[in-house]
């Protein structure tokens, strides 16, 4: 059964880097698309971007310009960096799989629990 | 951008009820629609792929149908266990982008 899991602090201060890793067990980090998506406490999801397990990038233009998600298939693990953050990146940020052929069009069907990154001083 | 608009955007419904969400979208989008369900505290669930295929594992209660900009997701008899809120994806466009969400409360 393929797991996921989120990793990294839960408390980052305004216009510094949220930084978050992913690890995959149980599967193979490759042929497959890795995503990050965030829900701000009460509201609904946000798509930030997804690893192809080459190393090609797709990210969300609203976030772009601050965005950077980089793959270690050793490690079976993917990451997610947000610089400059603000108050409003305080959100429940979860990493997903998603796969695409034989009739799958790009759909999550793995997600981690999801960990909440605040930001405050 | 690819606009996904759900409506109703909260439905109140009993145990039993049939209850259907529709999912609009800005343009086309082919059957690159998917359906997730989300609990208080957990991670959204696939429920279904590709418009109208039923995720390995979900019950057949659910279904979904649709292409193009209109879509639904069906549930035929409400369980208990179905209260949470419902959302919608289309993957068609480089931006993946998510409805706002249908919440489904006991009536």
């Known amino acids: 059964q393929v797991q996921l899991q989120e990793s990294g602090p839960g408390l980052v201060k305004p216009s510094e880097t949220l930084s978050l890793t992913c690890t995959v067990s149980?599967?193979?980090?490759?042929?497959?698309?890795w995503s990050w998506i965030r829900q701000p406490p009460g509201k609904g999801l946000e798509w930030i971007g997804y690893i192809y397990y080459s190393g090609s990038t797709n990210y969300n233009p609203s976030l772009k310009s601050r965005v950077t998600i980089s793959v270690d298939t050793s490690k079976t693990q993917f990451s997610l960096r947000l610089s400059s953050v603000t108050p409003a990146d305080t959100a429940v940020y979860y990493c997903?799989?998603?796969?695409?052929?034989?009739?799958?069009?790009?759909?999550?069907?793995?997600w981690g629990q999801g960990t909440l990154v605040t930001v405050s001083s | 951008d690819i606009q996904m608009t759900q409506s109703p955007s909260s439905l109140s419904a009993s145990v039993g009820d049939r209850v259907t969400i529709t999912c609009r979208a800005s343009q086309s989008i082919s059957r690159y629609l998917n359906w997730y369900q989300q609990k208080p505290g957990r991670a959204p669930k696939l429920l279904i792929y590709a418009a109208s295929t039923l995720q390995s594992g979900v019950p057949s209660r659910f279904s979904g149908s649709g292409s193009g900009t209109d879509f639904t997701l069906t549930i035929s008899s409400l369980q208990p266990e179905d209260f949470a809120t419902y959302y919608c994806?289309?993957?068609?466009?480089?931006?993946?982008?998510f409805g706002q969400g249908t919440k489904v409360e006991i009536k």
């Open positions: 994806q289309q993957s068609y466009s480089t931006l993946w982008t």
């Open positions: 149980g599967g193979s980090i490759s042929s497959y698309y």
């Open positions: 997903a799989r998603s796969r695409d052929g034989s009739g799958y069009y790009y759909d999550f069907d793995y």
